[in-house]
């Protein structure tokens, strides 16, 4: 029996195609300041300001994730749901709004 070529290339990384692909430059999000010929310094007050804005970024996404496996032990454990605003949506795994006007219950994962 002969290969598919194409199960070949997938399974044999010497045998994969190059495919050419462009890289769109995107326009950056940042505000470039003009040149002036002065250097400016960025000062330990500023970058201090940057690192504690991450710490409590960090602090906020372990206290999400923390949040988040609490309920999903509940519910595996046979907790419910109680009816009203906001479901949690085991698929997405995240707490959001309910679904139109008149349905208030949980989305169950399958």
Known sequence: ?????????MT???????????VKKQASSVAV???????????QDRLQKGK????QEWAAIRAARQFLMELENELSA????????????????????????GKKTAVSGV
């Open 1 to 9: 029996m002969e290969k598919n070529q194409n199960t070949e290339e």
């Open 12 to 22: 044999n990384p010497k045998m994969a195609r190059v495919i050419p692909f462009r």
């Open 33 to 43: 300041r003009p040149h002036t010929g002065n250097l400016t310094k960025i000062s």
């Open 52 to 55: 504690e804005l991450l710490e």
């Open 78 to 101: 046979g907790a419910e749901v109680e009816a009203g605003e906001l479901v949690f949506d085991e698929v997405l795994k995240m707490v959001r709004p309910a679904q139109g006007t």
